[in-house]
């Protein structure tokens, strides 16, 4: 049935002549709706959905519709005494009926499903200027890439305290380590950020050793250990701070402290280090109102290393390729196993998950763009490559 206001538009478009062509989208509009609440109705049949109650199967309604030009997004209610992670452990089904590229999240009472009409680009490429109009009062801007909504995703460190990134050779988990510090470099002066870099490699960070913004570039945990003795003692300080003035954070003190990023490379090989991994606990553990954050990296995610508090502190995971669902499932993005796009990742925050195309940024263009922000008596360092960099070429 039409609505008053749908007559009074096909009314005007009469007069005007139209009428026909406005018929025909506005047909084609509701005929569009009614396909895509009959194929979520299918999926919660065939998904098994529903609580019983007298014997009587009691599937979700659905509460809301909304389409745009990018998504469709479903509301619905989760039937009462219902587990909500029946939804999530079976996505598979949605992805059935809908196709891979969808988001879902589900509480105790609605659930939200999005639909993407449009897949992700198979490359991004990094630009600072495109980049910097998503940063608006972000204190930590972390770039993440493009999303199914064709945006750019950044989130602030400062509210999504510490991070993980996971993938195998070759996956772009460089890359995107590389946007990471080049954007935030360009964002904040060196009086403002401080880095402390850990590259047990030796493969990652030669490229920012000679920044204004980085105390060190560390190679082996003897090295490592007293810069972050000293961020110990500093977030000692920091706290007295917060207790003398009687805030929380130290972006409410009347001094301006730097924020200190702890990032490092293959952690894994300091999980022996029971020195260091203690002091990188503390830091996910209190960090956050200190101004002080870890980003963690390792090929292949390791169990023990991530068991505890460190794990459960480390709010945002990034999930490049994995070797197989067991990997995806300790880093906590599932699904990343089945990732096969250079670049591509799951993203998750917090409890919500979603899929990007991280930004692909060269050795090169990154010493370009950092030229500016090099420690004036250093001389320039020969250029490397890293896997991300090598399996795009020969895929090229």
């Known amino acids: 049935m039409l609505t008053l206001i749908g007559w009074t538009l096909i009314g005007s478009s009469v007069l005007a002549g139209s009428y026909p062509a406005f018929e025909s989208v506005f047909l084609k509009d509701k005929h569009k709706r009614r396909k895509l609440i009959a194929e979520l109705h299918k999926a919660f049949f065939h998904g098994d959905f529903f609580k019983k109650i007298n014997n009587k199967p009691i599937y979700p309604s659905l509460l ?3 389409q745009q030009e990018r998504r469709q997004s479903f509301v619905f209610s989760v039937p009462k005494g219902m587990n909500p992670e029946e939804f999530t452990n079976r996505v598979y089904v949605f992805k059935q009926h809908f196709g891979q590229y969808i988001t879902l999240e589900v509480n105790e009472q609605r659930g939200i499903l999005q639909v993407y009409t449009k897949g992700l680009p198979s490359e991004f490429i ?5 980049i910097q109009k998503y940063m608006q009062g972000m204190k930590l801007p972390i ?10 995703f950044l989130f602030d460190l400062a509210k999504h305290p510490h991070i993980l990134i996971s993938g195998e050779t070759g996956s772009g988990k460089s890359s995107e380590i590389r946007s990471i510090v080049t954007t935030l470099i360009q964002t904040k002066p060196a009086t403002q950020l401080r880095f402390v870099l850990g590259d047990l490699k030796r493969s990652e960070f030669h490229l920012f050793k000679t920044m204004k913004h980085v105390d060190g570039v560390y190679h082996t945990a003897s090295e490592l250990l007293p810069a972050l003795k000293k961020i110990k003692k500093e977030m000692s300080k920091r706290g007295d701070l917060l207790d003398e003035a009687g805030v929380n954070s130290i972006y409410d003190l009347k001094e301006k402290l730097s924020s200190i990023i702890v990032c490092i490379d293959e952690v894994v090989l300091l999980k022996k280090e029971t020195d260091i991994m203690d002091i990188l606990e503390e830091i996910s553990s209190i960090g956050r109102s200190l101004g002080v954050f870890i980003i963690l990296s390792m090929q292949r995610p390791d169990a023990k290393l991530l068991d505890g508090k460190l794990k ?3 709010t945002v995971r990034m999930g490049f390729q994995t070797a197989d669902a067991t990997n995806s499932k300790i880093i906590g993005t599932p699904g990343a196993e089945k990732l096969n796009t250079p670049g591509r990742m799951i993203l998750k925050i917090n409890s919500s998950l979603q899929e990007i195309q991280c930004p692909w940024l060269e050795n090169d263009m990154a010493r370009k763009l950092l030229q500016t922000f090099k420690r004036e008596e250093v001389l320039q360092e020969p250029v490397q490559e890293d896997e991300y960099s090598t399996v795009r070429r020969l895929l090229h």
Request: net charge negative; proline share 0%.
């Open 64 to 66: 809301k519709i909304d």
């Open 126 to 130: 990094y630009n600072y200027i495109n």
């Open 143 to 152: 770039v993440c890439g493009r999303n199914l909504d064709g945006e750019t």
């Open 312 to 314: 459960v502190n480390l």
